[in-house]
């Protein structure tokens, strides 16, 4: 069966958070003020039902691969949202997955009315952050809005 990308759905909970915990320690950010310990990490289909956001899933041969959201995170700027929750499986990279998942939410937030979208990240994850940066997204001196992932150290806006 090939790739196909799709609105996440309530069965992908459970494999969503353990892919999502899986790159976490794979790349040692396993810490406290990270999606990691974040509790709606098990639950992203119920966080993603607000109108104002959207929420991408990738999968091939039933498997799921990845995903990537937009979500408009308390405290942001108005007609500000942010790239959220976006990891790919080990396997599943550098194959233009998640810049088709990234993409799908970067189009969705412009139909939705933003004019920019934000997002934390790290510096273990320089390969999303070279990808982040060909997308047109720009570095940041501090973090906006509260999304309580303390721990984030990179911080990018994009003009949409």
Known sequence: MPLTTRPIQPTDNEPLASLIRTVFREFKIDKPGTVYTDPTTDALYQLFQNPASAYFVAEEDGVLLGGCGMYPTEG????????????????????????R??????KVAQELGYKQLYLESFPELARAVSMYEKAGF??????LGNSGHYACTIWMLKEL
Do not use: T
């Open 138 to 143: 720009r570095p940041l001196p501090h973090a």
């Open 76 to 99: 942001l700027p108005e007609g500000c949202a942010e790239l959220v929750k976006f990891y790919l499986a080990a396997d599943a990279r550098g194959k233009g997955i998640g810049n």
């Open 101 to 106: 998942l990234m993409e799908q939410s970067i």
